[in-house]
């Protein structure tokens, strides 16, 4: 369930809780008239089934209430109320298969942000998988994967490929591009300072690395790990199962790509730069494709639920 707390002019009160007890999948409304200081106007709460949710929020945004007042959404963790089990019974569908627009485009946007921490986070893992692929180590590898904040602009391009929202792509392609350069860019900085204490040599990354060599070897196998993995991350953000991205996280290579590719170039090593940037760029375009497919795919499937249940309704 969701809960909706709202703030509405008085004289538009009237029309919003008309929408809100004609919307299947609705309960608990109340109404506090006055309550509202800045912008003035009542308090309205209600709750509401997740299958339910993206619809009432896209009328409540025809209403204009967004502009005249405020929408706010939070997420029910322990409902204990037998009007909310009959809600959720009435909402058309399953939660776990519905899809907040709104929600998941207010999520990639600030995710798709270009900030500090942003770049930080994304050049912390860099350097880690760096050390990663010098020593061969696996573990490195997998946790500069789980650090790697690179999914969030990739998500963020892929709803914004689907809503149409070129400035979201435009965002959160700028963000996956310069967060990338910057953090390679410092990764060769540290590459050659690891070089001068003696604890990165280029005969480390010339040597036979059997834990780490598919970083910079990319082929079919590649391409399809990325494919389920760009699948499966955004199912988890339209789904609200966040534990999954953590397996996401661990299962694409781009992170690893650039750090590799960061310390090759560092030693003029360009064969296996090169390998570990076309590495990236199959996982980025994977991950992408796969993400948008997925999101047209649900977008697709939940409409023609609609169709079938307000045909039902009408029968």
Same mark, same amino acid.
């Given at each position: ?57 896209? %009328?409540? *945004? ?6 005249? #007042?405020?929408? !706010? ?7 204990? $109320? &037998? ?85 979201? %792509?435009? *965002? ?6 310069? #967060?990338?350069? !910057? ?7 540290? $590459? &050659? ?123």
């Amino acid at each position: 369930m969701l809960h909706l707390r709202l703030i509405t002019p008085a004289d538009r009160t009237a029309e919003v809780l008309g929408l809100l007890e004609k919307t299947v999948g609705t309960a608990h409304l109340a109404v506090v008239p006055g309550a509202a200081r800045d912008p003035q106007g009542d308090l309205v709460m209600c709750d509401v089934a997740r299958e339910a949710g993206d619809e009432l929020l896209a %009328a409540l *945004r025809d209403l204009g209430i967004d502009e005249c #007042g405020s929408v !706010a959404v939070e997420n029910i963790d322990l409902s204990l $109320s &037998h009007r909310a089990d009959r809600a959720e019974k009435a909402a058309p569908g399953e939660a776990a298969d519905a899809v907040l627009w709104e929600q998941l485009s207010d999520a990639t946007h600030e995710e798709s942000t270009l900030s500090v921490t942003y770049i930080a986070f994304l050049t912390l893992a860099t350097m880690i998988a760096a050390c990663g692929v010098v020593l061969d180590n696996a573990i490195l590898i997998v946790g500069a994967m789980a650090v790697g904040p690179e999914f969030g602009p990739l998500a963020g391009f892929c709803t914004a490929i689907v809503r149409r929202a070129p400035r979201l %792509a435009m *965002r959160s392609f700028v963000a996956l591009m310069a #967060g990338f350069a !910057a953090a390679m860019l410092v990764t060769v900085g540290f $590459s &050659h300072f690891m070089d001068a204490v003696n604890l990165f040599e280029l005969s480390k990354l010339k040597a036979e690395r059997p834990n780490t060599s598919f970083i910079y070897n990319p082929d079919w196998f590649s391409f399809v790990v990325a494919l389920l993995a760009g699948t499966a991350g955004m199912l988890s953000l339209t789904s609200s199962k966040s534990g999954a991205l953590v397996g996401v996280a661990i299962s694409v290579t781009t992170v690893p790509a650039a750090a590799n590719a960061a310390v090759a170039f560092s030693y003029s090593y360009y064969g296996q730069a090169w390998g570990s940037t076309e590495q990236l760029l199959l996982n980025l375009l994977g991950i992408v494709l796969a993400g948008t497919l997925t999101l047209l795919a649900q977008k697709f499937f939940w409409a023609r639920k609609r169709r079938s249940t307000a045909a039902a309704g009408v029968g």
